[in-house]
């Protein structure tokens, strides 16, 4: 079954520091259709702003919207410049603290869209 078939996995749990994916557990995480993964900021050097190359690979997964949480007390800032990258390839892009996020995360997800998301379960 190829990626385009697979519905994006729902966010189960939610809590300061902690988010549950299926079986996965995650302080932050990457979702898309078909899969999760830890979002390590360390892998393009984000310091509290949300850069290009932090959605790119979930771009690539063909998403419609993309969701980015801005941190549980939105400290992580989300640049104009990253919005720019997203919808510039046709993606809609949401972006809310990370109890919004989530919420709305998951209600596109349980609608069918094509959704992915980023988000930091802290600050």
Not at 61 to 75: A, E, T
Not at 80 to 91: C, I, M, N
Request: proline share 5%; net charge positive; with cysteine.
């Amino acid at each position: 079954m190829s990626a385009e078939c697979h519905p994006s996995p729902l966010v189960d749990k939610l809590s300061w520091g902690h988010m549950t994916i299926g079986c996965q557990s995650y302080k932050d995480c990457k979702v898309w259709p078909g899969g999760s993964r830890a979002w390590d900021w360390n892998e393009t050097g984000t310091k509290a702003r949300v850069q290009p190359a932090d959605i790119e690979d979930i771009l690539t997964s063909k998403v419609q919207i993309l969701v980015i949480s801005r941190g549980m007390n939105g400290v992580l800032k989300v640049p104009p410049k990253t919005v720019q990258f997203a919808e510039a390839r046709g993606v809609e892009v949401l972006v809310h603290l990370t109890e919004d996020a989530v919420k709305k995360y998951n209600q596109l997800a349980i609608q069918g869209a094509r959704v992915g998301g980023v988000f930091h379960s802290t600050c």
